[in-house]
């Protein structure tokens, strides 16, 4: 992004102190999968859980749907700090020892949870012509005097397994498909 590296370490700092919350969580998350994969006990988080079994990794979300990691263990990350490795698909597209920790489980596992919202809120537009979705969105083939605001509204049902989430919903309307 044309910046030079002696410039993004402020950047990093500032954007973390702006956002305390999410840098505990991260934390809070790391601290709870090292403890599930050296105890080899059931720990939890934020709703979230984390155990070993039958050698996997496995992260309960909120919606019940678990993320599995093979073969964890603790290791050395490239600072010198622990880390929780496991077995997967490397860049090189090959099987290997990956490494990974608090911040990087909580991509994935609130990629995972905003996927299980968009399925939950396909549910709610049974009466609707789903005809796709791309990461977020939701692709209605529908009638032009339908009200955009009625699906956003479908849409920001908050599933049974969250009930506290507060959704919203945007959209916009075109002839065919195309991003916003």
């Given at each position: 992004m044309g910046l030079l590296e002696e410039e993004l370490q402020p950047l990093v700092d500032s954007w973390r102190q702006a956002n305390p919350n999410i840098v505990l969580f991260w934390w809070d998350v790391d601290r709870a999968v090292k403890t599930a994969v050296k105890e080899q006990v059931q720990t939890e988080t934020h709703g979230i859980q984390f155990e070993v079994r039958k050698g996997m990794l496995f992260i309960t979300l909120p919606?019940?749907?678990?993320?599995?990691?093979?073969?964890p263990k603790m290791g050395e990350n490239r600072f010198g700090g622990e880390s929780v490795t496991y077995e997967g698909t490397g860049t090189a597209k090959r099987w290997e020892r990956l490494e990974s920790y608090g911040p990087k489980f909580v991509e994935n596992i609130v990629q995972a949870i905003s996927r299980d919202i968009l399925a939950f809120s396909m549910t709610q537009l049974k009466g609707f012509s789903i005809v796709g979705h791309v990461h977020d969105e939701v692709i209605i083939e529908c009638d032009e005097t339908q009200p955009l605001d009625v699906i956003a509204m479908h849409m920001a049902i908050a599933p049974d397994w969250m009930p506290d989430i507060n959704l919203r919903a945007d959209g916009y309307e075109c002839s065919f498909y195309q991003k916003d």
């Open positions: 919606s019940g749907r678990k993320l599995a990691y093979v073969k």
